[in-house]
């Protein structure tokens, strides 16, 4: 575990910034201001930042239709973020991929995809990619347990763990596909007893839990870097919300919701930090002011820019 303050404290704004971020896009989301929809983050922060928090600059990431977690926790422009998911020119992908298609090389950032289960084997490919050039660089891939589910989850960790590939193979099990409990489609009560299947360690962490993440995250890393191959981590965790921001997601019991919002990761980090004299309440407070001052400022930015003209359409589609 890391007991380095600025990174503790790093963590922690990052887990905010997700939070914060995602609050106004509920709110600009009402006001008709995001095109599409939104997949909602709340409650799945720790993971995020707990993996990412393990990963270098150089190192990539591969994301999912709940694509802006991922992004701000890799060190996304919040700016950026923000008038990417509001359609505008000053976007990352110039206001035409929107939170589900968003994209930052220079961060390593490969990309979101709303194909559920499609960033698997596009990691594995990242993963042959380093292993051909030689760099000591991993790849991170998200994915949900709805995804686990699909072929190209079998393919691309098959073909990961026989060719030995850096990748981390992280489920964000959050207990649901849409409004499927994972119950209703697995026999098993963890994704990670099918690492097995592929020959590579799998493991189950709280992932509510942004320090035991970490911690997962960073051995996996190692084994990664020198040529151990893949680890497949799932991290149970929960959303707050609906699958996407028009779900009511009434499918899910009261008291089950009720009992997962009282592991909120950000608060469980926050009396973590207050425990392990890393952080004072003040010092808490300053953090949430200064993250609630980029917010805004990322929010005033994306308002302020200009949409896309019609003739730009077409630009960058092709290569
Ligand atoms: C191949 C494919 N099938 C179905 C969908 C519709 N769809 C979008 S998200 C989703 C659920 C994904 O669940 P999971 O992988 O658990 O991720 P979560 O949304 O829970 O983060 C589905 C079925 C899709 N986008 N792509
Ligand atoms: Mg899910």
Request: charge should be negative.
């Amino acid at each position: 575990m890391t007991h380095d303050k600025e990174k503790l404290v790093e963590m922690y704004t990052k887990m905010l910034e997700i939070r914060f971020f995602e609050e106004k896009v509920y709110e600009l989301y009402g006001q008709n201001l995001v095109p599409g929809t939104i997949h909602l983050y709340a409650g799945e922060e720790a993971v995020a930042v707990g993996v990412c928090s393990a990963l270098s600059r150089e190192d990539y990431i591969v994301s999912t239709h709940r694509g802006h977690g991922h992004c701000i926790a890799k060190g996304a422009d919040l700016k950026k973020t923000m008038a990417e998911i509001l359609g505008k020119k000053t976007g990352y992908c110039k206001g035409k991929g929107g939170s589900m298609h968003i994209a930052d090389f220079n961060i390593g950032m490969l990309g979101a995809t709303a194909v559920v289960g499609a960033g698997v084997p596009i990691a594995s490919g990242a993963g042959l990619s380093i292993k051909l050039r030689g760099t000591d660089q991993v790849c991170a891939c998200f994915f949900g347990d709805g995804a686990s589910n699909q072929g190209t989850f079998h393919e691309g960790i098959n073909l990961a763990a026989t060719w030995a590939l850096p990748v981390l193979f992280v489920c964000e099990n959050n207990l649901y596909a849409m409004g499927t409990r994972q119950s209703q489609v697995m026999l098993i009560e963890n994704v990670a007893e099918r690492a097995s299947a592929y020959g590579i360690p799998g493991v189950t962490v709280d992932g509510n839990d942004v320090l035991a993440v970490y911690e997962v995250a960073e051995e996996a890393v190692k084994r990664a870097r020198v040529g151990k191959g893949p680890t497949l981590i799932e991290c149970k965790t929960y959303r707050h919300k609906g699958h996407s921001r028009v779900d009511p997601a009434t499918y899910r019991p009261k008291e089950e919701v009720a009992e997962w919002l009282k592991k909120d990761p950000i608060i469980r980090f926050r009396e973590q930090l207050f425990k392990m004299h890393v952080l004072t309440e003040e010092e808490a407070k300053e953090i949430e002011s200064k993250v609630t001052v980029a917010i805004n400022a990322a929010v005033k930015f994306a308002l302020e820019s200009p949409y896309p003209e019609p003739e730009e359409a077409l630009e960058d589609v092709y290569a």
